[in-house]
C-alpha cells in the first residue's frame, strides 16, 4: 500500500531505473510496476477529488490489474463508491474492497490545513464566477479579482455602477459550491470617457456573437449554477434569441434559469413557452 507522495517517489524512481537496466528481466517488469504505480494514483487522485471519499483515509494497492482497497468509511453506499472508481480506470480487472464500514467513523482532521479536493473545489468555484462575469453583458466596467477559501468568496476591484457590483454578488452566490460571498469591490465616484468607451466597443461586439457561443454560454451558466437543473433545460439560439424547454421543479427555478439566460453576453430575447414548473 503506497501513501501518495510514495507513489510519486516510486514512479521517478522506476523512471531512473531504466535508464540503468537493461535485458528480458528488466523489459517485462519495470513497465509493468509503472503500470500499477499509474493506476494507484488514478484511483487516489479520484478518491481526494470526491467530496463523498475525500474525508476518508483510503488506501490502494495495485498489482497486475488487481486493486486491493483499504480503509475506513462510515456508509455502504461510499464503500460501494470506491469500488466503482476504482473498476473505471483502465487496466482495473479485478477489486479486492476490504473497506470497512464504519457508521461512527470520524477521519481525523490534520490541522487547518486542507485537502487537494477542497483546494481544487475553491479554484473550480473561482474560476465558474470569473466566467460567469466575462459572459454577462451587465458587468461591463467591471474589473474583479475572485479568490474563493473553503466556498467563501471575496470579490476585490472595481465597478462602474453599483448595479454591476450587485450583480457580480448575485452570480457568485449562486454559483455551485458555494457559501458566502464578501463583495469587497469599490464603485468608481466617475464615468469617465475610456469606461464609456470600453462599453461601447462591448456593445458593438454582441451584435457579432454567434449563437452557438451563446448557447454554449447560457447552458455552462446554468451548469456552474446550483439552483438550476442543468440536465433538464434545453437550449437553443436563433439569431439572438434564446429558446429553453425542459421542466424544473418550480416557478423560482424557472424563473431564475430566465434570468441567467437573459444575463449572457449576446442574448437579445429569452423565450421560455417551453420551458415547464412541476
Not at 458593438?204 to 449563437?211: E, L, R, T
Not at 431564475?256 to 421560455?272: C, F, S, T
Request: aromatic share 4%.
Amino acid at each position: 500500500m503506497y501513501t501518495h507522495a510514495h507513489k510519486q517517489l516510486i514512479a521517478s524512481g522506476l523512471v531512473a531505473t531504466l535508464t540503468v537496466f537493461s535485458g528480458p528481466l528488466a523489459a517485462a517488469s519495470i513497465p509493468q510496476e509503472i503500470s500499477d504505480a499509474k493506476q494507484e494514483t488514478q484511483i487516489w487522485t479520484t478518491y481526494a477529488l470526491s467530496p463523498y471519499l475525500r474525508a476518508n483515509d483510503l488506501k490502494v494497492s495495485v498489482h497486475n490489474g488487481k486493486a486491493v482497497l483499504s480503509g475506513k468509511v462510515d456508509e455502504e453506499i461510499n464503500k460501494d463508491l470506491a469500488k466503482q472508481i476504482a473498476l473505471g480506470v483502465s487496466g482495473i480487472k479485478e477489486v479486492d474492497n476490504q473497506i470497512v464500514v464504519q457508521a461512527d467513523y470520524a477521519p481525523a482532521k490534520e490541522g487547518a490545513s486542507r485537502s487537494y479536493g477542497e483546494t481544487i473545489d475553491d479554484v473550480n468555484i473561482s474560476a465558474a464566477i470569473k466566467s460567469k462575469l466575462i459572459w454577462s453583458k451587465n458587468t461591463d466596467g467591471l474589473s474583479t479579482t475572485v479568490d474563493t477559501q473553503a466556498g467563501k468568496v471575496r470579490l476585490a476591484g472595481t465597478a462602474d455602477n453599483i448595479k454591476s457590483k450587485t450583480l457580480a454578488s448575485t452570480l457568485a452566490m449562486n454559483t455551485r459550491g458555494v457559501v458566502s460571498v464578501d463583495n469587497q469591490i469599490l464603485v468608481n465616484g466617475e464615468k469617465t470617457s475610456i469606461a464609456n468607451s470600453v462599453k461601447n466597443t462591448a456593445s458593438n461586439a454582441d451584435q457579432s456573437i454567434s449563437d452557438s457561443w451563446v448557447t454554449a454560454k447560457v447552458i455552462s451558466t446554468f451548469l456552474y449554477s446550483r439552483n438550476v437543473p442543468s440536465t433538464n433545460i434545453s437550449v437553443n439560439t436563433q439569431h439572438g434569441v434564446v429558446t429553453l424547454s425542459g421542466k424544473v421543479a418550480s416557478g423560482a427555478e424557472r424563473s431564475l434559469a430566465i434570468e441567467l439566460a437573459k444575463n449572457v453576453r449576446g442574448v437579445k430575447r429569452v423565450e421560455a413557452k417551453g420551458l415547464i414548473s412541476i
